[in-house]
């Protein structure tokens, strides 16, 4: 099997504090990762029917995977007393996955080509996308020590695939 993964990440983030009650974060995020697969495999003719003459078959196949992530963001604190914080943030993903697959059959037994399964190229496109709230205290109990809560909302994408013995996905 040959194998080519690449990927590329870059996240811009702009902090906001001008020493008040008021702090905040802004940014964005981009990620895209590509995986390319290739490989081959050989088996006897016997191993798909015992019917079949002595030979080979041989089957090719490649697999391509791209993946687009993009996101804005931001979070804002508010110092409610001296000792209370409250947090409160937003997140928007959108994420895209573009899965193809090609497959090839053929032998070196003439005569059974019509009992192998045809080439076929299968696509499938998916989307998702969130919004992802995020709320949370935080209490300094004393200097050092600080007693904090968050709830926020948190998702994964989906997958796209393919079964290779059904072809479905």
Known sequence: R???????????RARIDNGGRWRGLVGLYYGEFDNFSV???VVPTAFVS??????LIFQDRSFG?????????GEVEFDYTDRLTLI??????NESRDFSSLSATSTDVPGIEGFLPPDELVRNDTRFDALLPKFGVRYDLFERTTVAATVQRAYRAGGTGVAMVSGQF
């Open 2 to 12: 040959d194998q080519n993964d690449d990927s590329f990440v870059q996240e811009l």
């Open 65 to 73: 995977t791209v993946e687009e992530n993009v996101a804005a963001f």
């Open 88 to 93: 409160a943030g937003l997140r928007y993903d």
């Open 39 to 41: 490989d081959s495999i």
């Open 50 to 55: 015992p019917a079949f003459p002595p030979g």
